[in-house]
């Protein structure tokens, strides 16, 4: 059975920076698996931010984070990350890592508030 384990939200003001992590076991996991990040905002259905291939390639980005937000993984740690630039208030909402892609698989979640 696959755990996903997130930490690194926080409140950080407008223009700021945050780190999400995403640490996943219970098997092991191959390089054409798929990991994404998806968020959800109060009063709001679940939303797509990120996706990559497990080796790290395949980035994909909602429109919203694009040029903002990196997924990416590092090899040492197995851990998959969403480094958040310039953050906004309406990024504003709980982040989940979701592992395999589109599976019952997910984090805890974790709060990102970012205040005006």
């Known amino acids: 059975q696959v755990q996903l384990v997130e930490s690194g939200g926080g409140l950080v003001q407008a223009g700021g920076s945050l780190t999400l992590s995403c640490t996943p076991s219970g098997r092991t996991f191959y390089y054409f698996e798929k990991m994404g990040w998806f968020r959800q905002a109060p009063g709001k259905e679940r939303e797509f931010v990120a996706s990559?291939?497990?080796?790290?390639?395949?980035?994909t980005y909602a429109d919203s984070v694009k040029g903002r937000f990196t997924i990416s993984r590092d090899n040492a740690n197995n851990t998959g990350y969403l480094q958040m630039n310039s953050l906004k208030p309406e990024d504003t909402a709980v982040y989940y890592c979701?592992?395999?892609?589109?599976?019952?698989?997910w984090g805890q979640g974790t709060q990102v508030t970012v205040s005006s």
């Open positions: 990559m291939l497990w080796n790290g390639a395949a980035t």
């Open positions: 979701n592992f395999p892609y589109e599976s019952d698989s």
